[in-house]
């Protein structure tokens, strides 16, 4: 092991427990890194050393004694949507301000019960809407790649854009993120990492701030499967305090991970062939396919009727509950306030300078399509279009165990190509929506670099509660991909 960088979570945890590295050690190389490169990258919103420090000396003495939880010692990164007791959570908005809040995420305590240390609270997409991490009002995040021939900030994709940049930076050794419409997929595609979207259900919502309820699932990015499954170990489980979270015992999720596939159907959805699916993507699509098929899985085409509804219905059912979910900050019992003449332009004002504009974008068609004449035409569609969506996944699964299809359809570009129409900024969604849709998991691996030098992901999409049998494809992917390209700015270089 030439660097401390070079270490995966994995690794850097049988380290720790031989004593070949101290906590103290580990941390400190990772705060410095964050000091050195994050002035740029931009990929965290709260720095924590000072805690981290501290819990770096508790877990030396733990480890010392051979004691500690499975995740002693290792520094990881808080995605901003997760509240953390006594550390500032904004949600990347400025509504929230300086909102400390009083209790913790039931997703960040299993990981603080396991050991786990937090470097601080990484940068998002405000209110996790986006597809880029522009739209923080803590400013965009970098992503550390860079076009082979051009020094232009890239984004790192959204809205988990700063717990992507992080870990493909060697900032933390892993991250969590939230997934409501492909927020973990898609930036671990953008960043050359892997995420995984868990079944709805998977992981206790409890504390992490609401997009769309019925679609926001936590899960894990890290750079390889085998530091996401270690994670999500922690993460998962049954929580009283979340009635959507499922009562199930957790897997051993690592333990999966060597299955293989022989014998395993892969299913390979016709309509995601989308037009003008650029040849590139298309390509590592048929790579993948071939590697499986290596691997001794056997290949069949499918079909999915209901994907091309599945954007549109999207972008109606989440935004009818953000709009809901973000009636809240009206400025008496959260963040910032804007005092006004009246109770209403209190309300107003307080709302028209505490959010930005994609999520102002968000509320007003989201209480658009649930205002009564519209309600039926629209909200209620959408819920319709759902279960046609979920009972398309339901019938492909009786024929085979795990989809294959692109993460996004495209790599990172520059934060000035992002488009202005909306609308085009949410096509980046379109093959990671309805494995959201339909509430069943999925995950993303890097499989390559495309023509202009940065990483393309593969997804995976799995049956209900079936993460191991993804992580066990995912881990053939990973194998025969061997990704081992690493960013231009990393915490390897010295800057
Ligand atoms: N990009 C999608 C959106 O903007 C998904 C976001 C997410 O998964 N949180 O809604």
Known sequence: MSSIFDHTLASAREALRSRKISAVELVDAHIDAIERLDGGLNSFITRTPEQARLAAKEADALLAKGEGGSL?????????????????????????????????????ANLKREGAISLGKLNLDEFAMGSTNLTSAFGGVE????????????VPGGSSGGSA????????????GTDTGGSIRQPAAFCGITGIKPTYGRCSRFGTIAFASSLDQAGPMARTLQDCAILLESMAGFDPKDSTSVNRPVPHYEAALGRGVKGLKVGIPK???IDGLPAEIEAIWQQGINWLKEAGAEVVDIS???????????????????????????????????????????????????????????????????????????????????????RDFLK???????????????????????????VQVYLNDVFTVP??????????????????????????????FDEETLLAAGSVLERAASFTHRPTIHAGVSA
């Open 396 to 422: 492909a699964y009786e024929t085979v165990d795990v989809i294959l299809a692109p993460t996004a359809p495209s790599g990172a570009f520059a934060w000035d190509e992002k488009p202005t129409d909306p």
């Open 165 to 176: 940049a992080a870990v493909a930076a060697g900032l933390v050794l892993g991250a969590t």
């Open 271 to 273: 309509e995601y062939r």
């Open 72 to 108: 002693c010692g290792l520094p990881i990164g808080i995605k901003d949507l997760f509240a953390t007791e006594g550390v500032r959570t904004t949600a990347a908005s400025k509504i929230l301000g300086n909102f400390v809040p009083p209790y913790e995420s039931t997703v960040t």
């Open 143 to 154: 992503n550390p790649w860079k076009l082979r021939d051009s020094d232009a900030k890239l």
């Open 304 to 390: 999915l009727p209901h994907t091309k509804y599945g954007l549109p219905a999207y972008y109606i059912a989440a935004l009818a509950e953000a709009s809901s979910n973000l009636a809240r900050y009206d400025g008496v019992r959260f963040g910032e306030r804007v005092s006004g003449a009246s109770l209403d332009a209190l309300y107003e004002a307080t709302r028209a300078a505490g959010f930005g504009d994609e999520v102002k974008r968000r509320i007003l068609l989201g209480t658009y399509v649930l205002s009564s004449g519209y309600y039926d035409a629209y909200y209620l569609r959408a819920q319709k279009v759902r279960t046609l969506l979920q």
């Open 435 to 464: 494995a959201s849709m339909a509430g069943v998991p999925a995950l993303s691996v890097p499989a390559g670099l495309d023509g202009r030098g940065v990483p393309l992901g593969l997804q995976l999409i799995g049956r209900f």
